[in-house]
């Protein structure tokens, strides 16, 4: 059986924000002032919802309009999933809060 981390990182995959009813300034809040939101992938069985600490610098709100619930996000973050640092990499549409996504393994850091 494959691992969650190999299933999420083979190919892009349906997204959306955790909570799909949450106020979509909330939600701009969350990434831009808190620097953490909730991501679900949807194609696992009953769904995957993790915590991405949120990359500033990767990120992409330019496109979005959250006031009028148009555009898209670009979000990149990092954590990690089943002791292995990942980042999430997702691209979601604010009218439907549906996209695509998917992780990418990276080095575990040596703190030696």
């Excluded at 992938?41 to 959250?66: E, K, R």
């Amino acid at each position: 059986m494959q691992n969650l981390v190999d299933r999420l990182s083979e190919k892009d995959g349906p997204v959306s924000f955790e909570d799909a009813a949450e106020p979509l300034a909330d939600i701009s809040r969350r990434i831009t002032e808190l620097g953490h939101v909730a991501v679900r992938f949807t194609a696992t069985a009953g769904g995957t919802t993790l915590g991405v600490s949120v990359d500033p610098v990767a990120t992409d709100l330019t496109g979005a309009d959250f006031a009028a619930g148009t555009g898209w996000v670009h979000l990149e973050g990092t954590l990690v999933l089943d002791y292995t640092p990942v980042r999430c990499v997702v691209d979601i549409d604010l009218a439907t809060r549906t996209g695509t996504g998917r992780l990418v393994p990276r080095p575990a850091r040596d703190d030696r």
